[in-house]
């Protein structure tokens, strides 16, 4: 919402500062390496600082492990007679294009399998391109990629940030080594044509790592198109993860947190009591299904099967990576959890690829059975899916270009996304005074008659016969006001109690006791999260009487007694 002392004099000013930073910027890549390149040198390490490159083209400042001639050879056997598999497979595919062949459902479960196995570096490229069905979309599509490259030349608001990031993406890597290097200027012309193809996202933090690997296996408009996909096909989806608020991203770690409470309890007790949540480790696991989060190697293994399979890899996979170091992770204080699932996992899984992806299967059956592969549809209206045409265009305001010159990092926006989400969902003031319905008060009821046997002080209560006996009272609690004082009968929503009571005399559940008091069940929270501010909870009032009264706190803090 534009700020009612906003000064839209600021909207020329933005703007020309945003002209003169993106003709700069894009002049830079227009250029590249050639002579007369204004490159600092922090941008560009040097080549001699390293020792040696991996089979991924990741380069290493240490010496790798050596590889024995069996183990090498034996690798180079199985990767070559793969490769010739999948070649069949693809001329199959070709066939079935064409209408030629159609793929049998032997195929089909035959391509599972090999999937699961691990789709070679030579075919890599090609079937996800299938996977995907990028040549369709590129045909339907022909020129769009040129015209929206041309455009984000001139328009595109998120030039600056694009450039910041494809000069922290994988530099490290062969590809991505020198600044302005080819591969960087694919990068950057991707993200850029992307930024004015699809305005809802633009550009967000995070979508660069994802281009750049497509662009190790695909030349530039294909890992365009592929990207596109990814964001807005139905099986992927990815769109939600990144638009504002980021609410697929939110409903995923809903999810996770559901399935780690239903089949992990154990260590989802111990997380809560570290106080790290979901956020603090899953944003990589979702929004880039494990970018950096778990070897390279490890990485392609899941893509493979991602693109293969759809979003429900993003929960099967979350799940087993918790269960498989549940038990190293409960020995774990907060700092060192969030540097095991942030750093230590994406350096030495502990476990090798093909053990991970087997794990990953059997998870995935055992959630299919519980109907928690995937997360609950999104309530309508569907904020997920992309609203705006693709390719139109449009035009930010002023105070949201600002927004886009300086933007926070993914890490905190995610954050204080949660803290909206969590904020909403937090009952109001007036909400906190309106009335329950009838069927919320009839589950709590049937749900829940304990004793309180905490935060109880004794007294002595005087019969008329004289005979004396010990009672607990339950001690003060916090009233909605600050005041400590026990009210017996609060005036506060009065309705709510006289609809309580008679309600209650209708119940089928007794509500007298009888002098000998039963053994107290355990105490259930039945909050919704918010800890012990709404529950209830049946009280006697002495041992050697008959009656009982039943305390219900509701959430808001304010104590409603009804005898």
Not at 163 to 171: E, I
Not at 238 to 246: A, D, K, L, R, V
Not at 283 to 300: E, G, N, Y
């Amino acid at each position: 919402m534009m700020p009612s002392n906003y000064d839209f004099r600021n909207d020329h000013h933005v703007l020309d500062r945003t002209d003169r930073e993106r003709a700069e910027i894009v002049a830079k890549y227009d250029k590249g390496r050639d002579d007369g390149a204004q490159i600092d040198p922090w941008e560009d390490p040097r080549f001699g600082l390293y020792q040696a490159t991996d089979r991924f083209g990741f380069i290493h400042d240490k010496p790798l492990a050596p590889i024995l001639p069996e183990v090498e050879k034996k690798q180079k056997q199985i990767e070559s007679t793969r490769s010739l598999k999948w070649a069949k497979m693809i001329k199959k595919w070709d066939s079935a294009d064409e209408g030629k062949e159609a793929l049998s459902d032997r195929d089909t479960k035959k391509m599972t399998r090999r999937v699961y196995k691990g789709v070679p570096e030579s075919c890599r490229g090609r079937v996800w391109l299938r996977f995907l069905d990028v040549k369709k979309t590129k045909e339907e599509q022909r020129g769009v990629y040129q015209r929206m490259r041309e455009k984000a030349r001139r328009r595109s608001p998120d030039i600056r940030q694009i450039d910041l990031d494809v000069n922290r993406t994988y530099r490290n890597h062969i590809m991505y080594r020198e600044r302005y290097g080819v591969k960087q200027q694919a990068l950057f012309h991707v993200l850029s044509a992307y930024s004015m193809y699809n305005t809802e996202v633009g550009y967000c933090q995070g979508m660069s790592q994802i281009a750049a690997l497509l662009l190790m296996y695909m030349n530039e408009e294909d890992a365009f198109w592929a990207l596109s996909q990814l964001l807005t096909d139905k099986k992927h989806a990815m769109h939600g993860f990144f638009i504002p608020g980021f609410p697929k991203l939110l409903r995923f770690q809903e999810h996770h947190d559901k399935v780690l409470t239903k089949l992990l309890p154990k260590l989802k007790k111990r997380l809560d009591k570290l106080g790290i949540r979901s956020s603090l480790y899953t944003i990589k696991w979702f929004m880039q299904c494990f970018l950096d989060r778990v070897p390279f190697s490890l990485t392609l293994r899941l893509w493979d099967v991602y693109l293969f399979h759809g979003e429900r890899i993003l929960t099967c996979m979350a799940y087993s990576l918790v269960k498989m170091h549940r038990r190293q992770l409960l020995k774990l204080d907060m700092e060192d959890t969030v540097h095991y699932f942030n750093n230590r996992l994406g350096n030495d899984f502990g476990y090798s690829d093909d053990i991970a992806v087997e794990h990953l299967a059997s998870c995935m059956e055992e959630l299919q059975r519980l109907r928690l592969d995937v997360p609950p549809k999104p309530p309508p209206p569907n904020l997920e899916i992309p609203i705006r045409p693709f390719g139109v265009d449009f035009n930010p305001s002023g105070s949201e270009l600002e927004q886009r010159l300086s933007p926070d990092p993914v890490e905190s926006r995610v954050a204080a996304a949660v803290q909206t989400r969590d904020h909403n969902r937090r009952p109001s003031d007036t909400q906190r005074h309106s009335k329950v319905s009838f069927d919320e008060r009839h589950s709590l009821y049937d749900a829940v008659t304990t004793y309180a046997d905490e935060d109880q002080d004794e007294r002595t209560v005087v019969s008329a016969d004289g005979s004396r006996s010990t009672s607990r009272t339950p001690t003060p609690h916090r009233m909605l006001n600050g005041d400590s004082t026990f009210t017996s009968k609060t005036s506060i929503n009065t309705s709510l109690e006289t609809e309580m009571a008679r309600e209650l005399s209708d119940m089928s559940t007794p509500t007298r006791q009888s002098d000998a008091t039963p053994s107290p069940p355990p105490v259930q929270d039945y909050s919704g999260g918010r800890g012990h501010d709404s529950y209830m909870t049946r009280v006697p009032v002495s041992a050697s009487s008959s009656s009982s009264r039943l305390l219900i706190r509701a959430p808001t803090n304010v104590v409603h007694e009804v005898r």
